[in-house]
């Protein structure tokens, strides 16, 4: 399975539009050791050919002319290395990109029934993507493998199987009343001729026994690497709301997910969705160097893998 | 006037995500005499500190990146220099920026009435952002100058007046029913501190005696120069409909657009809202040659004026 990060960064990417946070500084400066970042995704193949992305964010189009294997093949006068979108949740940050994905290709996309339910109450992508080319969507069932499929009806060998991860509804969706099973999912992704697995957790608010299940027996592990501290935010004068007011455990602290990860078997752990203010995006920081120490690495765009 | 053009290509930008024309292909080659664009958008400032933006395109991430002008400025721990946002109409890659720029800012949207209501039928951005920050969204009558005025309630010495131009509606409207007043708009752009007139026009069907009007007295004028031929589209096999099939007459021909503009006493011309197939983007194309040769401007991202 190949795998290749589109974006590192979480929500806003880094620099952020409006943020003046240290990060965000000296990325406007150009200063050594902290590289731009762009909105959450990754795309994934058994081929090489058809790719899947895991969400879609917002700069999908940066993204996809960063990335050759995304660009049209073949000699047709339209086309798309994109065969497929799965979702995680019903994020603006992870599902706006779609948009942006209207034109002329058909392709699948892939979520939890309530995922598709709040997008279609709250921020209707669907019937308008469907205004240009009609798409199939497919919901997936919590814990029950679905067989990814191309656009053109070309099965792969990957399979995604969706698990609960958190509760979090999307703040335009805060007036959501029932079940909020499926409101924020994990990805595992398999591909059934390699054995190759790898699994997608960019919103994780505990290190719950579902997700410790999920990750036995990977090769590679995408977490959510949002925030350093959960008061990250506040203490930096920006936001009101901790990182688990948002849904998202903070990497460090007894109750982090860096200790947690620094003690998993799995050759490649890697933090993704990292929001502008964590320090570990700096490499001069002491943050990303205890990261560094335990094996775990931290994603920046263009980070590729064979698995 | 301060302007400055955050993005001069028609949706999809050039390159687009999943093209092949001649344009898209060097673009990706990087051949010369070609220049990435991203989708259109222009910003307008009277004091060069409060920056209103005519249309909000999907590429405002990268956009506010490379434009100093609206990055956060002073010491504030968040900001920005966009004081407002100004729309013609509701067309996606028109307004889809909106989303991304939700959090942590307050500024005004201005729309006709029609534009207003179709977002808030079938793409609802003014709840989903309100869900972030509380945002006014005020509704321009045409014919009328409204001032406009910054999210903190600075008074701008700019003043903007929408004119009718078209009755398209978006593809995702189209179900729409009753009157067409105000589908899409052109937006005169006056500074009555300095006498300084623009006029901005990203979607022309026909040249009007109301875009005459309009036009009359302007130190600048962004005119649609989505295609060259009103056939291009399907001519290169990308598509059935044709220019004015998607409300853009053509640059060429006896009824196009360069050979009105060719005898208007304006000293800036410039054709905006170029469509990644047509010709003119390439400056070794004869199609340039002609534009340039009666004196009118292919923009291009980050051109910048001041009347």
Not at 20 to 32: D, F, T, V, Y
Not at 150 to 164: E, I, P, Q, W, Y
Request: proline share 6%; hydrophobic share 35%.
């Amino acid at each position: 399975m190949k795998i290749k990060v589109l974006g590192a960064a979480a929500g806003g990417g880094s620099p952020q539009w409006n943020c003046r946070c240290p990060n965000c500084i000296s990325l406007r400066n150009g200063a050594p050791g902290i590289e731009p970042r762009t909105q959450s995704s990754v795309a994934v193949s058994s081929d090489g050919d058809d790719w899947y992305l895991l969400n879609v964010s917002p700069d999908i189009r940066q993204q996809i002319q960063d990335c050759s294997e995304l660009t049209p093949p073949g000699n047709e006068p339209r086309g798309t290395g994109i065969a497929g979108c799965v979702l995680t949740d019903a994020e603006i940050d992870h599902t706006t990109g779609l948009l942006l994905l209207r034109e002329n290709a058909n392709f699948r996309i892939y979520s939890t029934p309530l995922v598709r339910r709040w997008l279609n109450d709250y921020f209707p992508i669907e019937p308008i993507v469907s205004a240009f080319v009609p798409r199939e969507w497919e919901e997936l069932s919590l814990g029950e493998p679905t067989a990814l499929v191309s656009g053109k009806g070309k099965a792969s060998t990957l399979r995604v199987t969706a698990f609960d991860l958190d509760t979090h509804p999307p703040l335009f969706a805060k007036a959501h009343t029932g079940s909020a099973e499926g409101s924020v999912v994990g990805l595992i992704v398999e591909d059934t001729a390699t054995g190759g697995k790898m699994v997608y957790a960019p919103g994780v608010e505990a290190i719950t026994p579902a997700l410790r299940q999920a990750v036995e027996g990977a090769q590679l592990f995408f977490m959510d690497g949002t925030l350093w501290s959960n008061e990250e935010m506040i203490t930096l004068g920006l936001s009101q709301r901790t990182g688990l007011d948002m849904g998202h455990i903070a990497v460090s602290g007894n109750d982090g997910s860096l200790q947690w990860l620094a003690g998993l078997d799995i050759p490649e752990r890697i933090y993704l969705h990292i929001n502008n203010t964590n320090p570990i995006l700096d490499t001069r920081s002491d943050e990303f160097r205890a990261v560094r120490e335990t094996g775990v690495r931290v994603a920046t765009d263009g980070d590729a893998f064979d698995i």
